[in-house]
């Protein structure tokens, strides 16, 4: 495994290449099996953890914003709006999806390069980088924005519910004020947000695994470069949104 950061770089924009121009491979069967594990390993079994992580901190952030500006319903608003639904959503629902799902990805790809089933694919006539690396790519890109989307809902349904009952609010009127604020680009750009954090997960994971030395050692230095470097890219990506929000204004 390369230890330059730019040889890591190059790696990564190598892999991203590659995804962008195999997505038409998905149609064959195999792949699309392989493929929807790895929706189902990013996002659907995260499901649980995140329900849980989402109205914990839906009701944790309006509690803590009322004890310290008092009953400010629009403040509250804005809070449950730009700071959770936009920026808290997809940032938390990509650091579940990193410590899940990367040291996985990057350990399983690094015990199959030791055992060199790599080559044996290709020896059957299968495209190795297609059936190993793709699904792991792409699965985690389309897996995070639906695990992101759960998390605001369930996050913003758990600040109404707080809001109402610590301001003495009815429901509809907390969810039409909500409303009004919302932007509808937002939405959007928090999807798109998550769905590069998710591609920027697997890509980073990909190529710690692939790339790993053969030794069993080299697996535990895969997963932990991958984990680290895939918390980076999250802050990054999150980092630049939320300049291009501010600039855009």
């Known amino acids: 495994m390369s230890a330059l950061p730019a040889s890591r770089f190059f790696g990564y924009a190598a892999l991203a290449w590659f995804a962008s121009?195999?997505?038409g491979q998905l149609r064959d069967p195999q792949l699309r099996?392989?493929?929807h594990r790895q929706i189902n390993a990013a996002g659907i079994a995260a499901l649980p953890v995140i329900a849980v992580l989402a109205a914990l901190t839906g009701a944790t952030a309006v509690t803590?914003?009322?004890a310290l500006a008092g009953q400010d319903n629009d403040l509250a608003q804005r809070l449950l709006f730009f700071g959770l639904f936009f920026e808290l959503a997809p940032?938390?629902?990509?650091?579940v999806v990193v410590a899940r799902s990367s040291a996985g990805i990057a350990s399983e790809l690094a015990v199959m390069h030791l055992y060199d089933?790599?080559?044996?694919?290709r020896r059957m006539g299968v495209p190795a980088a297609d059936y190993l690396l793709l699904p792991r790519i792409l699965g985690p890109a389309l897996a995070l924005p639906a695990v992101t989307v759960c998390f605001q809902?369930?996050?913003?349904?758990?600040?109404w519910l707080a809001v109402a009952l610590l301001q003495n609010q009815p429901l509809p009127l907390v969810a039409g004020h909500f409303l009004d604020l919302a932007d509808p680009w937002l939405p959007l750009a928090s999807l798109l947000k998550s769905a590069l954090m998710g591609a920027a997960i697997g890509i980073i994971a990909c190529h710690h695994g692939s790339s790993a030395e053969r030794s069993t050692q080299a697996i535990s230095t895969a997963s932990?470069?991958?984990v680290g470097n895939g918390l980076i890219a999250v802050f990054v990506v999150d980092v630049a949104f939320a300049l291009a929000a501010y600039f855009l204004k």
């Open 91 to 95: 940032l938390l629902s990509a650091l």
């Open 64 to 66: 803590q914003v009322t």
């Open 153 to 159: 809902l369930i996050a913003v349904g758990s600040g």
């Open 117 to 121: 089933e790599f080559t044996a694919l």
């Open 33 to 35: 099996l392989q493929f």
């Open 21 to 23: 121009t195999r997505i």
């Open 224 to 226: 932990i470069h991958a």
